[in-house]
């Protein structure tokens, strides 16, 4: 349905309007700087479940790693001439990248052949649910490095600009959202590329029938390996934007809660298009904002959300308005399947 | 020499609460095909219910008994109305529905009994220490250990020496084949699913007075049974029984070496299984593809 308004970039088109409108739509400007880096974070998750296909629960630990190399970063090199927040971004992303790739070779070296819809997919979901416990008891008991309980404290917003010039300060709820929002339409824009190119048709062969993609020639570690780290950086990126957000890294953004609020961002939104990350994570961060002050006890009603998803919108809030889209035009379904 | 006895006793111990729990999940996903994400959940409840029911008033034994029951009917409810409903769609929506439930059950909890931990008292007759030759070790530790060995055999002996033991076995080999000899899937999926709960409760039962309990155990007890299913193999009784003694002994030894790391342990063996035998220990029935 929403294929038909702008063609070959509609959901980069789609994503670029939303971010110029989330700043007024939302309660205040920090909820939807606090969306727009969720929303990175749950892109890490829907690519992999979408192209892998694979369901990672250990996202929240590469977001964690990407936060405490950021705000490291910032805390010691920030005041250099190197340090800029786009470098620290660049840095965080590049070694969160080597994280994944180091978790992705065991993980996937493990379930080789397994099919990724059967027990592949299932122990590499129990592997990645192991790798964000590790990172959290490694956070926890290494606080000379993360802070530890307390975490990582004071961490200078840094300017972003060219070394040796003056820098664009982000000390403004405007300026930083404004970068956020930047840094988020750009990772869309090399995502949609990437899944439209050659190499992402792979990744649908692989989803359709992994034996078969492999006869074919297609070697499905290497992709699903350059799947994981991709997502991995994206997601470590997100959480560099997040200490600079809240100006510290606190042990909650790496410990296994965080992984699961990744999960259900994605499963809310919905993986029938890129849109959905966007989508479930505005459903989430908006919701649990609402409803946290309302009722202590709501992340009840988060799990009751989550079992009506499966029994009556199993392609998540994205599935939902495009049902209700096709309703109201009355035109046969795009054939999407979620 | 003393402090060696006593953490290999404590990693057996650990290991077969670890082995309860992941063995239940292993059925579980052997049979059924199901991912139960739910499944620290049974372990969770079936703490709880020890420490309401010794609160008011049961012996210690009587309420592990309780809990257990109260936790399997629960389980049952689970399954026949809401879970069995999910099982032809693809296992996305298992981790997803069994996942819902989990946040809703420990919100339960949290309500309930507060977030805060509480303790269990050991029961009285098994407070004192044991002495086993030159070495001594607590009591109750040993009746754990006891308890879940005497499980662990039991459950063999079912698995392999009954009808329904065999035909278990035969669902985790070839399910269509089994349903089309004429056998009720859908009950021997609810039984099965009801034991693995049964083994989870007792395993959270049988911890309570040693670790006491918070609403954060099951997820944790979750994770390890997953390292457990992850080294030992998905569907494998013996891989799961190798793998959560393996486990529960290194960590147990590296406590002594590295108190507040223990909790590490557990995945550090994982990893290093992995990059040895890339395919994990075992390969059980899981191997062929779906």
């Given at each position: 349905m929403i294929s038909q308004l702008t063609g070959r970039f509609r959901t980069v088109a789609i994503y670029i309007l939303a971010l110029c409108c989330l700043p007024f739509a939302m309660p205040s400007v920090p909820l939807a700087t606090e969306i727009v880096i969720m929303t990175l974070a749950t892109l890490s998750c829907h690519l992999l479940l979408a192209y892998g296909p694979l369901l990672s629960f250990g996202q929240g630990a590469f977001f964690g790693i990407g936060a405490y190399?950021?705000?490291?970063?910032?805390?010691?090199?920030?005041?250099?001439?190197?340090?800029?927040?786009?470098?620290?971004?660049?840095?965080?992303?590049?070694?969160?990248?080597?994280?994944?790739?180091?978790?992705?070779?065991?993980?996937?070296?493990?379930?080789?052949?397994?099919?990724?819809?059967?027990?592949?997919?299932?122990?590499?979901?129990?592997?990645?649910?192991?790798?964000?416990?590790?990172?959290?008891?490694?956070?926890?008991?290494?606080?000379?490095?993360?802070?530890?309980?307390?975490?990582?404290?004071?961490?200078?917003?840094?300017?972003?600009?060219?070394?040796?010039?003056?820098?664009?300060?982000?000390?403004?709820?405007?300026?930083?959202?404004?970068?956020?929002?930047?840094?988020?339409?750009?990772?869309?824009?090399?995502?949609?590329?990437?899944?439209?190119?050659?190499?992402?048709?792979?990744?649908?062969?692989?989803?359709?029938?992994?034996?078969?993609?492999?006869?074919?020639?297609?070697?499905?570690?290497?992709?699903?390996?350059?799947?994981?780290?991709?997502?991995?950086?994206?997601?470590?990126?997100?959480?560099?934007?997040?200490?600079?957000?809240?100006?510290?890294?606190?042990?909650?953004?790496?410990?296994?809660?965080?992984?699961?609020?990744?999960?259900?961002?994605?499963?809310?939104?919905?993986?029938?298009?890129?849109?959905?990350?966007?989508?479930?994570?505005?459903?989430?961060?908006?919701?649990?904002?609402?409803?946290?002050?309302?009722?202590?006890?709501?992340?009840?009603?988060?799990?009751?959300?989550?079992?009506?998803?499966?029994?009556?919108?199993?392609?998540?809030?994205?599935?939902?308005?495009?049902?209700?889209?096709?309703?109201?035009?009355?035109?046969?379904?795009?054939?999407?399947?979620? | 020499m003393q402090l060696l006895v006593s953490q290999l006793l404590n990693g057996v111990g650990l290991g077969m609460i670890y082995f309860l729990v992941a063995v239940g999940l292993t059925l579980i996903f052997g049979v059924m095909r199901f991912v139960n994400f739910a499944h620290g959940v049974f372990y969770l409840l079936g703490a709880y219910g020890v420490l309401t029911l010794s609160e008011h008033g049961a012996n210690f034994f009587v309420a592990v008994v309780g809990s257990i029951a109260l936790v399997m009917i629960f389980a049952l409810v689970l399954e026949r109305g809401v879970l069995s409903r999910v099982y032809e769609l693809p296992p996305f929506f298992h981790i997803l529905s069994t996942f819902g439930v989990t946040l809703m059950v420990e919100e339960a909890v949290r309500t309930f009994w507060t977030a805060a931990p509480h303790r269990v008292p050991t029961p009285p007759g098994f407070r004192g220490l044991a002495t086993l030759g030159p070495f001594f070790y607590p009591n109750y530790r040993l009746v754990v250990i006891a308890i879940a060995m005497v499980c662990a055999v039991a459950l063999w002996v079912f698995l392999e020496r009954t009808r329904y033991g065999a035909t278990i076995r035969a669902g985790a080999e070839h399910r269509e084949t089994v349903r089309l000899l004429g056998i009720d899937v859908a009950r021997l999926f609810s039984f099965n699913f009801v034991l693995g709960a049964g083994l989870a409760a007792l395993a959270g039962a049988l911890v309570s007075p040693i670790r006491g309990v918070d609403p954060n155990m099951g997820l944790e007890a979750l994770a390890i049974a997953f390292v457990v299913c992850v080294v030992g193999g998905l569907g494998s009784f013996r891989g799961a029984l190798v793998a959560a003694l393996l486990v529960g002994i290194m960590q147990s030894l590296a406590t002594s070496l590295w108190g507040s790391g223990a909790s590490l342990v557990a995945y550090l063996v994982m990893m290093l299984v992995l990059l040895v035998k890339p395919q994990g220990l075992f390969a059980g029935p899981g191997r062929s593809t779906s």
């Open positions: 190399i950021g705000g490291l970063y910032a805390l010691h090199v920030g005041s250099s001439p190197f340090g800029g927040a786009g470098t620290a971004l660049l840095i965080g992303g590049a070694g969160t990248a080597i994280a994944a790739l180091a978790v992705g070779m065991v993980a996937l070296r493990r379930i080789a052949g397994l099919g990724g819809h059967g027990v592949g997919g299932v122990t590499f979901l129990m592997l990645t649910f192991a790798v964000a416990q590790v990172a959290y008891f490694a956070a926890y008991n290494i606080p000379q490095v993360t802070g530890g309980e307390n975490g990582l404290l004071n961490i200078p917003r840094l300017p972003v600009g060219v070394p040796g010039l003056p820098g664009l300060p982000l000390e403004s709820a405007g300026a930083f959202y404004l970068f956020c929002a930047v840094v988020l339409g750009l990772v869309v824009l090399l995502v949609d590329l990437f899944v439209n190119s050659t190499v992402g048709q792979a990744f649908r062969a692989i989803g359709e029938n992994e034996q078969r993609a492999s006869a074919i020639g297609y070697n499905v570690f290497v992709l699903r390996l350059a799947l994981f780290v991709m997502s991995g950086a994206i997601a470590g990126i997100a959480g560099v934007l997040y200490g600079m957000f809240l100006g510290l890294v606190p042990l909650s953004a790496i410990d296994l809660t965080q992984s699961e609020r990744i999960v259900i961002m994605t499963a809310l939104g919905g993986t029938g298009s890129l849109l959905g990350a966007l989508l479930g994570t505005i459903c989430f961060v908006l919701g649990s904002d609402l409803l946290s002050k309302i009722w202590p006890h709501w992340p009840f009603a988060l799990g009751a959300a989550i079992v009506l998803v499966v029994f009556f919108a199993r392609g998540g809030v994205l599935g939902l308005i495009e049902n209700l889209l096709r309703a109201v035009t009355g035109k046969p379904s795009q054939g999407r399947s979620v | -």
